[in-house]
């Protein structure tokens, strides 16, 4: 019996030694991975310095509005996953891509991720960076809570919200969050470069799948993707979003004209996703909402049809 729990010990701690070697080199690859791929990292827009840490805004375009982008949780290149849908948009409007704290070329920082926090980031970041409310939003996911919360809070800043599959604060009610063990567990892995062994994950984002970027964009957009996955800020918002949508919930439906896109719900972990998303717009007074066969970064599977009918939408507002 001792012999056997002497064998049983020894395995294990070979196993452990195994580990921490296989643990050494990728997080050995992934550094001289990191430094290598930084040249690729210089932010096409302007740097801000928002509440003791840099935040990331892109621009382009002109006209008299302005629609700003706001991504959904976890996207590591909001800039280049947006690059379809709103270079589709920019020969009329201003646009302006914010990339939030953990998010793309943002740095990652110590920075409270409630929904207060995370919206004032947001308005200062742009302000910063030259642009000017009113603004049309084009909240992605779960930046759909943000948005609302910006009509519900400085409702002269937003004219209108056009929601990319946007969550509303229903959707937290059922809406499955990973355990914080997990989400430990997932961030350490991207952290010291397991993702790496896996390409075919950021291979499958959707900006990368629809074509719409070139081949050098690529490459800039998973040289952003191992830079900012699972950061800690992102995590932190998972963690806050039942908090942060129960207070949106509290204040009720902003007084503003509504535009949604949905899509056919089947990535998204919610049975209902098309019905909350029907029921939320059915109560807003301006209010349209339109289903599009695809997954849930719908801007990349229907960037011509959706860039099309916010034109109409924007066009129509007073």
Same mark, same amino acid.
């Given at each position: ?9 020894y395995?294990?701690?070979a ?28 932010p ?11 935040? %990331?805004?892109?621009?382009? $375009?002109?006209?008299?509005? =302005?629609l700003?982008?706001?991504? $959904? ?22 646009? @302006? #891509?914010?990339e939030? @704290? ?12 409630? *929904? ?8 200062? @970041?742009?302000?910063? @960076? ?5 603004y ?21 800043? #937003? ?11 229903? #959707? ?7 355990s914080?063990g997990?989400?430990?567990?997932? $961030?350490?892995g991207?952290r *010291? ?14 900006? *990368? ?19 900012? =996955?699972q ?14 949508a129960?207070?949106?919930?509290e ?16 990535? #998204? ?25 695809? $997954? %849930? ?22």
């Open positions: 019996m001792r012999v056997w729990l002497k064998r049983i010990g395995s294990i701690i196993l452990l030694g195994l580990l921490l070697i296989f643990i050494s080199i990728s997080f050995t690859n992934h550094w001289i991975q990191l430094k290598q791929e930084s040249a690729l990292l210089v096409p827009g302007t740097m801000v310095h928002v509440n003791n840490h840099q935040m %990331h805004v892109y621009t382009e $375009g002109a006209g008299s509005r =302005t700003v982008f706001m991504s $959904g949780g976890g996207t590591s290149a909001p800039v280049l996953d947006f690059k379809a849908l709103y270079t589709r948009l920019s020969d009329q409007y201003k646009v @302006a #891509v914010v939030k @704290a953990g998010y793309g070329f943002s740095e990652t920082a110590k920075v409270s991720r409630d *929904i207060d926090t995370i919206l004032e980031e947001t308005r200062t @970041a742009l302000t910063l @960076a030259g642009q000017q409310p009113p049309v939003l084009f909240p992605h996911s779960m930046s759909g809570i943000e948005a609302l919360y910006w009509a519900q809070m400085f409702p002269d800043e #937003v004219e209108a919200i056009i929601g990319l599959d946007p969550a509303v604060p229903e #959707v937290y009610e059922e809406y499955p969050l990973p914080p997990t989400m430990a567990l997932t $961030g350490l991207a *010291i470069g397991i993702t790496r062994f896996f390409p075919g994950i950021v291979d499958s984002s959707a900006a *990368i799948q629809q074509k719409h970027l070139s081949s050098q964009e690529e490459e800039l957009y998973r040289a952003l993707f191992y830079k900012s =996955t950061t800690s800020n992102m995590n932190d918002e998972v963690k806050m979003i039942r908090d942060n129960a207070k949106v919930l204040h009720g439906v902003p007084d503003v004209p509504m535009y949604f896109f949905g899509s056919s719900g089947e990535e #998204v972990p919610v049975q209902n996703w098309k019905a909350v998303l029907k029921n939320y717009i059915a109560s807003v007074k301006r209010g349209e909402i339109l289903i599009l066969p695809g $997954g %849930h970064y719908i801007h990349n599977e229907a960037p011509d049809r959706i860039a099309e009918e916010s034109k109409r939408f924007i066009e129509q507002l007073q």
